[in-house]
């Protein structure tokens, strides 16, 4: 997959200097940073659409469309690929590569404290109080 997000990239970097009367993808860059932002938000949103729906090939499309969105908007930002899967590399040394960084932490902020002394990786706790037993899926 980064091989496809890279080509993606790549072809975006060279669109945004494209006629915009023949690139969408020019239009959209020259349109500005707030309109990037609502077209991956949209985008976001219909795939959650379609998933809420079991629309598995809508799911597919729908997601296509948001990882092309993400893309220019990485482009205006002045980001590659290669900054977001060193980030993901990070995560994934620290958590573990099927964790989400928590929302009130950042990597810089992560201590020995947050991290299991066995494997560098966070605790997982218990919440406290559950309105009702947790099943195992």
Do not use: C
Request: hydrophobic fraction near 45%.
């Amino acid at each position: 997959m980064p091989d496809s997000v890279e080509r993606l990239f790549n072809a975006v970097v060279l669109a945004r200097s494209a006629d915009p009367a023949r690139s969408r993808t020019a239009r959209l860059m020259r349109s500005g940073r707030p309109k990037m932002a609502k077209k991956l938000a949209e985008e976001a949103v219909e795939v959650v659409v379609a998933a809420m729906s079991s629309r598995r090939e809508a799911v597919v499309r729908e997601s296509a469309d948001l990882l092309y969105n993400l893309v220019v908007l990485w482009v205006e930002m002045g980001l590659s690929p290669g900054d977001v899967w060193q980030e993901m590399d990070e995560r994934e040394r620290l958590l573990g590569v099927a964790e989400k960084m928590p929302k009130d932490l950042s990597i810089k902020d992560l201590t020995i404290k947050h991290l299991r002394p066995d494997t560098g990786r966070r605790k997982v706790v218990a919440l406290a109080a559950t309105a009702r037993p947790l099943r195992k899926r």
